[in-house]
């Protein structure tokens, strides 16, 4: 028997070059190879009688050859193969194109299975190019249901479905990992058969068994793997701090913190009196006030004579962070420094020796903070704000840079349980579901295009009174998808037709990194009245003065993403409008859209977002750390992931450290997921 881990060229027909176009579909071992699954299937299982072929549906059916083919060399590269082949129901004109192999093949007087689709004419039904294979041969493309897979140039389907079949033929399919107690709960085959069915299913009905066997395995490994990293972490150590007092604290703040805050700021506390690291999520609305629960985070750790670090996705963020929290700190004797990657060399010099030295309580910034050259005195506290950019890898890695320091992750997008499980399934989660106290809701209208010169007129209306304005477009420039706005386009109208007398400014993803933080600290600064721009606005910059969003298209958006883009209004004191435009005519568009305006709870929003558009639109096109599934697809798997998700969270309390051989094969398998996905994360 060969090893699931023995390489493919051991196979008959496997040379150099087929190696390596098997490798550009990832596929090196035995066990890639079953490990790639058909992308779908043909049912071939029926024969027809030809009376009843349908033209244009392919079908097989069983005949007789009725005379002796013929072939006419037509011209250069062009042999065409003639034959009348029928079954007592029918006659039917075959003709094959430059091919050799059945002008030799077929034989006067011998009966054959084919596969094709007739077409009709005024003469009768005739059909081209079918394939075919004799009456007691294996059934390789006729009489079985074809799996059809990915390929890739200059591998065709029978050459993988051949090597496929000699692989399962040699080589043992990968082992279970799936006890037989959950397996028989959810009604789902065992490995071995799932294996092997998911290649050569005797019916549609076996493949869809064996697809559903094989996508609550992807979800369990994946499952199970989440449980087992909280489980290890549980075992790591943590110095518990001992000085927990938050008093003089919560004592300097302007304001006293909601109740959510204060639940939040618990929990935090109590992971910090417990002796084994925190790994907490804290989820919350647009100005729902994090901010203020990991600075209390920070206050604890420095008071606990630990460094506290501060990573922000982009500069202006981590500059805005670094200006408010300093103001906060620097009256309680905590020194906080600011370490971005524009700063000159000198400059970050000098905030890492005084980070090294232990002369900095808070260190806020950006990726910077990342990197191997700033060493920390002694971190005890990691805090990573709008957390859905960093994924696992990245939380792992920041970890890694003290003694199993803390960890205190921020994320602004309300995600449904089911998908924050997914993402975060490795954390505990906190959630702030109250507003501070006095903050108006954000008034959003739907409108269309007749309202134009009302909107126009409302944007003059929130400038002449001071106000600052964003106007979202769903592209950047634009292309063949007419009638959708484009940034670029629409700052210039905007700038040239409609408000000469206004300062336009503009914001889009294919601006470079340095240039979209200059454009948005310059709107920050009160530099421009508008600001142009697309959804990288998204991310968390305050922009106190903005009072009004209009939002371009707006069916073109998620409704998550919306509710986020809304949220960059309504930040200072003065009431704040939301727009959203839309040509979109049909009634469910515009009942998705509404829902927003009667909305302002972000995790309902996203509750609805789900259910209506599933979790593979859910972030928009950047996706955010969530995990790649081979054969699973969360649009429509979702139930099975829950299903999966129970299960494995069961099994790993109960016997998941046993010594099973499913405990071990699981293992395995864990351990290679995860090694896949910080690949392909960082
Ligand atoms: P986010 O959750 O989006 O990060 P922030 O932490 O930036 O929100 O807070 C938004 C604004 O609300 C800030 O100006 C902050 O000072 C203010 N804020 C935070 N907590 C409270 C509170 N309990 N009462 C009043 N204002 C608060
Ligand atoms: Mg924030």
């Known amino acids: 028997m060969a090893k699931l881990s023995d390489p493919i060229t051991m196979l008959k027909g496997i040379g150099p070059t087929r190696a390596k176009q098997f490798a550009n579909l990832n596929i090196y071992t035995l066990g890639d190879l079953i490990c790639h699954f058909p992308r779908g299937y043909e049912d071939r299982t029926k024969l027809l009688p030809i009376v009843k072929l349908e033209p244009d549906v392919p079908a097989c059916f069983r005949a007789m050859v009725m005379n002796t083919p013929r072939t006419a060399h037509v011209r250069k590269g062009l042999d065409i193969t003639r034959v009348q082949v029928a079954d007592t129901t029918g006659r039917l004109n075959v003709t094959f194109f430059n091919n050799k192999f059945a002008a030799e093949q077929l034989q006067y007087g011998h009966e054959y299975i084919f596969y094709g689709a007739v077409s009709g004419d005024f003469i009768g039904y005739s059909m081209t190019n079918p394939v075919f294979e004799t009456m007691d041969s294996q059934p390789v493309t006729t009489r079985r249901v074809l799996p059809i897979y990915p390929l890739t140039a200059g591998l065709s389907n029978a050459a993988v479905l051949k090597a496929v079949r000699q692989a399962l033929a040699i080589c043992d399919t990968p082992p279970e990992i799936i006890p037989e107690a959950i397996r028989s709960q959810y009604g789902i085959l065992d490995a071995g058969r799932a294996y092997l069915a998911i290649h050569e299913p005797a019916s549609m009905a076996e493949a869809e068994m064996a697809k559903k066997r094989l996508i609550f395995e992807e979800f369990f490994v994946f499952s199970a793997g989440l449980s087992l990293m909280r489980a290890s972490r549980a075992e790591k150590k943590a110095e518990p701090f001992s000085n927990l007092e938050l008093q003089p604290f919560l004592a300097s703040l302007p304001?006293?913190?909601?109740?959510?805050?204060?639940?939040?700021?618990?929990?935090?506390?109590?992971?910090?009196?417990?002796?084994?690291?925190?790994?907490?999520?804290?989820?919350?609305?647009?100005?729902?006030?994090?901010?203020?629960?990991?600075?209390?985070?920070?206050?604890?750790?420095?008071?606990?004579?630990?460094?506290?670090?501060?990573?922000?996705?982009?500069?202006?963020?981590?500059?805005?962070?670094?200006?408010?929290?300093?103001?906060?700190?620097?009256?309680?004797?905590?020194?906080?420094?600011?370490l971005t990657g524009s700063a000159t060399q000198k400059?970050?010099?000098i905030v890492r020796e005084r980070?090294?030295?232990?002369?900095?309580?808070?260190?806020?910034?950006?990726?910077?903070?990342?990197?191997?050259?700033?060493?920390?005195?002694?971190?005890g506290l990691v805090i990573a704000d709008e957390q859905h950019r960093f994924g696992v890898a990245q939380r792992s890695s920041l970890s890694?840079?003290?003694?199993?320091?803390?960890?205190?992750?921020?994320?602004a997008t309300p995600i449904p349980r089911t998908l924050a499980l997914l993402m975060y399934g490795d954390l505990d989660?906190?959630?702030?579901?109250?507003m501070p106290p006095g903050r108006e809701k954000v008034d959003t209208f739907l409108v269309g295009e007749s309202y134009r010169a009302r909107i126009n007129a409302f944007i003059r209306k929130q400038v002449a009174e001071g106000h600052q304005c964003f106007v979202v477009c769903p592209a950047v420039e634009e292309s063949e998808d007419l009638g959708i706005k484009a940034a670029t386009v629409w700052a210039e109208t905007l700038q040239k037709t409609v408000f000469p007398e206004l300062r336009i400014a503009l914001l889009h993803g294919q601006m470079k990194g340095a240039q979209k933080e200059e454009a948005m600290a310059a709107f920050a600064r009160g530099e421009a009245d508008v600001m142009v721009a697309t959804t990288v606005i998204e991310v968390g910059v305050d922009v106190p003065n903005a009072t009004l969003m209009i939002i371009e298209d707006a069916d073109r958006f998620g409704l998550s993403q919306l509710h986020q883009l809304r949220g960059r209004v309504g930040r200072g004191?003065?009431?704040?409008?939301?727009?959203?435009?839309?040509?979109?005519?049909?009634?469910?568009?515009?009942?998705?859209?509404?829902?927003?305006?009667?909305?302002?709870?972000?995790?309902?929003?996203?509750?609805?977002?789900?259910?209506?558009?599933?979790?593979?639109?859910?972030?928009?096109?950047?996706?955010?750390?969530?995990?790649?599934?081979?054969?699973?697809?969360?649009?429509?798997?979702l139930q099975t992931l829950k299903d999966a998700q129970t299960a494995s969270a069961g099994w790993i309390d109960e016997s998941g450290t046993s010594d099973t051989p499913e405990a071990a094969a699981l293992r395995a398998r864990i351990g290679e997921l995860f090694t896949r996905a910080e690949g392909t994360m960082n």
Not at 355 to 379: N, R, W
Not at 401 to 408: A, I
């Open 573 to 637: 004191k003065a009431k704040s409008y939301c727009i959203l435009t839309s040509h979109n005519k049909n009634p469910e568009t515009l009942q998705r859209l509404k829902t927003l305006c009667r909305n302002t709870d972000g995790f309902r929003i996203a509750e609805e977002d789900l259910a209506l558009r599933g979790p593979g639109d859910f972030f928009g096109s950047r996706q955010s750390g969530l995990p790649v599934f081979r054969v699973a697809n969360l649009n429509y798997d």
């Open 255 to 338: 304001f006293t913190l909601t109740g959510a805050q204060r639940r939040a700021i618990e929990e935090i506390v109590a992971d910090f009196a417990k002796g084994t690291p925190m790994n907490r999520l804290v989820q919350g609305d647009v100005g729902s006030g994090k901010t203020m629960v990991a600075a209390a985070a920070a206050y604890l750790a420095a008071k606990n004579g630990r460094q506290a670090a501060l990573m922000a996705p982009t500069e202006i963020l981590a500059e805005q962070h670094h200006a408010s929290l300093s103001r906060l700190f620097e009256p309680l004797g905590l020194r906080t420094a600011l």
């Open 429 to 434: 989660v906190s959630i702030i579901n109250e």
């Open 355 to 379: 980070i090294a030295s232990g002369e900095v309580d808070l260190a806020v910034g950006t990726h910077a903070l990342l990197s191997d050259t700033t060493v920390f005195h002694d971190l």
């Open 347 to 349: 400059e970050k010099r």
């Open 400 to 411: 890694a840079k003290g003694r199993d320091p803390h960890l205190l992750v921020m994320s």
